[in-house]
């Protein structure tokens, strides 16, 4: 009886212990609950006056302007006010997150979560990274594709479709690198994409100038003949001209030496 009774109170002792470790942390716990639910109301609302801020101060506007639709149909959902009120939505509520790891007393759930706040930083600068170069590939590729038909490339598409694969490549491997992902073979990756479009690029502009260059060439051979032309057309008449000059001026040296008539000898 004695052994029995023993294991009752250690179960009993262990019981009350966990109920009052329960009811202790019901506060801690509560407190928690209404920290995040705070932090979520107040997220939503910071989240929806960024968003109508910059929905009146234009941006959605300017960015469909200059190249939003490069995105298609989910271009909506990266208008700079939605991307800007997501991103400081999430900010605020890691920011009551991790009020309400320490309210619970969890030190390693709330270390967590201040480095993920700290890593955030480069989260914003990789998004702001890819957000901005599919629009700058698509300027580019533009100007190339203009510049290059204007300049008589046959494959002047080609060259821009290069130009903004390339921007948007680079643009990738910068936002990976700034996240901390991989970086020697980010790295690698990168020499390696460099030299691949820097020979395609080549080739391109290769295969695709050729009628150009054939064009230049013609043409400077065309001026040069033509201006060789000329000076010899131009020493032609000045030989002529002092040949021509020549006999009218010896007749006028005879002319001039010619003995006059004494106007006084005498008559027979």
């Known amino acids: 009886m004695t052994g029995v009774t023993d294991w009752g109170d250690a179960l009993f002792l262990s019981l009350t212990n966990a109920l009052n470790s329960f009811l202790n942390a019901i506060p801690q716990v509560i ?106 590939a698509r300027f580019v590729r533009g100007a190339i594709e203009v510049g290059a038909g204007q300049m008589g490339f046959s494959n002047a598409s080609l060259l821009g479709r290069i130009a903004e694969v390339a921007i948007v490549a680079f643009a990738v491997l910068i936002a990976i690198n700034q996240l901390g992902i991989a970086a020697d073979l980010i790295n690698i990756l990168f020499i390696g994409l460099v030299a691949a479009i820097s020979l395609a690029f080549g080739l391109a502009f290769g295969l695709g100038g050729r009628d150009v260059a054939a064009r230049i060439t013609e043409d400077w051979y065309a001026g040069m003949s033509s201006a060789t032309e000329k000076v010899i057309e131009a020493a032609n008449t000045a030989d002529h001209s002092t040949s021509s000059s020549m006999p009218s001026s010896a007749s006028s040296l005879r002319t001039s030496q010619a003995p006059e008539t004494d106007s006084g000898a005498i008559r027979p």
Do not use: C
């Not at 941006?59 to 298609?72: C, E, I, M, P, S």
């Open 31 to 136: 407190g928690a609950l209404l920290i995040i639910v705070i932090g979520w109301v107040i997220s939503n609302v910071l989240a929806r006056i960024v968003r109508e801020l910059l929905e009146r101060a234009g941006a959605d506007r300017v960015f469909a302007k200059h190249g939003g639709q490069v995105y298609g149909a989910r271009s909506t959902a990266f208008q700079p006010s939605v991307v800007a009120a997501e991103i400081v939505k999430w900010i605020v509520r890691f920011i009551f997150l991790v009020a309400a790891a320490n309210v619970l007393g969890m030190p390693q759930v709330s270390l967590l979560l201040n480095q993920v706040l700290l890593w955030i930083p480069n989260l914003l600068v990789a998004a702001v990274i890819l957000l901005v170069a599919p629009l700058l």
